[in-house]
């Protein structure tokens, strides 16, 4: 009867995992929407157009007074977005493990983007600022709600487990994103035949990606379980009293104890912010400098929504037998080359760009998807969201400098073949990185199991 009953409870848990991995894969369904449909595809060129519209003969913008190039104003808004991110996620993510209660903290950053969002089919005529607010606000909260939605993983899957848990969350995000690109393609497409113009055509677009993040972020509200909070008045791990700016203190006082992992998060940094950087300039890019139009821009992010797909799921098994760590450096290697190929496609050639999205979205969810597994291993137990919001602190917090230097290097030069090929120095300096992070030894310091193949 006792063995039965260790069986059953050992089966119960199972059963646990399975459904909060189900929930948790549900929000990257639900919030993946906007980085395709919102930051990937419409919002960059059509806040351009908005601000080109409001610009002076010059063609420049004012914000408060200060004089910004109407096609640089997209990526500071961007930078503006990080800035807000960083200075919020610590604060959450501490709150998040003090309190053990994460998902009303992940409800209010999922429903304030979503809002955000939906509020984008405001955005017309010369309302650059309306636009600029909205960006700000939607992008800082994804990034919240990133944090502590990756802070789960850990939670939710052995570490046997993780590479393959990451990689699926990633293909449902992929998944979702390709099915709305869809919807909006018809709609952007066909806008004639529902009585649209095309720029009403685009804020409904927006605005469906805020509708989906809020409708779908129920399914992980519902599955996704909190931990036990910490008793009032116990302190953190470190002794300091759990309020919040001692929280904030304690975990970069914390962190400085496991400089293994302030490593791999150094490089991480560096080559993610390449890669945010490419997700959220690639429209632009395709639109003002190679002169493609919307249709052909939506159906390469879809291409490389379907891709990523395969991608994540492919890079998930090589690194069953190499390793996450030599696959993720061997995505960096297909970064690279990739870009720099990017520099030279010619204007008005659809074709080329579609080879360029193809191979973008075979190496773009594998090697964020491993990134996020290799890291939860190096996360000392219970400190899951203190850490994932250092984690989406290098993820975002270093993600306002590859805009600037998009922004400037084109305000600089008035190219945008100039600023996408700055981009090769995330990457290569990424890999160096990397490659020097003694991953086994950085998970033993973290008092974690390491994995057979790391």
């Not at 919002?43 to 610009?55: D, K, N, Q």
């Not at 309302?127 to 990034?143: E, F, I, K, S, T």
Request: include cysteine.
């Amino acid at each position: 009867m006792g063995t039965d009953t260790v069986r059953a409870g050992a089966a119960d848990e199972t059963a646990d995992l399975r459904r909060q991995q189900r929930g948790w894969y549900f929000y990257d369904w639900a919030y993946s929407v906007y980085s395709a449909s919102v930051l990937t595809v419409f919002i960059g060129p059509y806040l351009t157009s908005v601000a080109e519209h409001a610009a002076d003969s010059g063609g420049y913008v004012h914000p408060l007074g200060i004089p910004v190039r109407a096609g640089s104003y997209f990526a500071y808004s961007v930078s503006l977005s990080v800035v807000l991110a960083v200075v919020a996620m610590p604060l959450v993510g501490g709150a998040a493990d003090r309190t053990g209660r994460k998902k009303p903290l992940l409800a209010a950053a999922a429903y304030t983007g979503a809002a955000a969002t939906t509020g984008m089919f405001f955005l017309d005529g010369d309302r650059y600022l309306l636009g600029g607010v909205l960006l700000v606000v939607a992008n800082a909260a994804a990034a919240v709600g990133g944090m502590l939605y990756n802070s789960y993983l850990p939670q939710i899957a052995p570490p046997e487990e993780r590479d393959a848990v990451s990689s699926r969350g990633w293909a449902f995000g992929y998944g979702a994103g390709a099915m709305v690109l869809v919807a909006n393609l018809v709609l952007y497409s066909a806008h004639d035949s529902f009585g649209l113009s095309q720029g009403q055509a685009v804020r409904i677009c927006l605005a469906s990606a805020g509708l989906w993040w809020g409708a779908f972020t129920l399914v992980p509200l519902r599955l996704l379980r909190d931990r036990r909070a910490r008793a009032a008045g116990e302190t953190a791990p470190d002794g300091v009293p759990s309020t919040g700016l001692r929280q904030l203190a304690a975990t970069a006082r914390d962190m400085r104890r496991h400089p293994l992992t302030l490593s791999f998060l150094l490089a991480y940094l560096i080559y993610n912010d390449g890669i945010q950087t490419v997700i959220s300039q690639a429209s632009v890019y395709g639109s003002q400098e190679l002169g493609l139009g919307q249709s052909t821009l939506i159906v390469a992010v879809l291409l490389v929504q379907v891709l990523a797909v395969a991608g994540a799921l492919a890079m998930g098994r090589l690194a069953r037998t190499y390793g996450a760590q030599r696959t993720i450096l061997g995505s960096l290697v297909a970064w690279t080359v990739t870009l720099a190929a990017g520099y030279f496609l010619p204007a008005k050639a659809p074709v080329y760009f579609f080879l360029l999205a193809a191979a973008i979205g075979m190496v773009l969810g594998g090697s964020q998807a491993l990134s996020r597994s290799l890291f939860s291993h190096l996360v000392p137990p219970g400190k899951e969201a203190e850490y994932f919001s250092a984690y989406e602190l290098s993820d975002r917090g270093m993600s306002w400098l590859g805009p600037m230097l998009f922004g400037v290097t084109y305000q600089l030069t008035g190219s945008y073949r100039s600023a996408i090929i700055s981009l090769v120095a995330f990457f290569v300096i990424g890999f160096a990185l990397l490659a020097r992070v003694p991953v086994r030894r950085a998970i033993a310091a973290a008092g974690n199991p390491v994995p057979e193949k790391i």
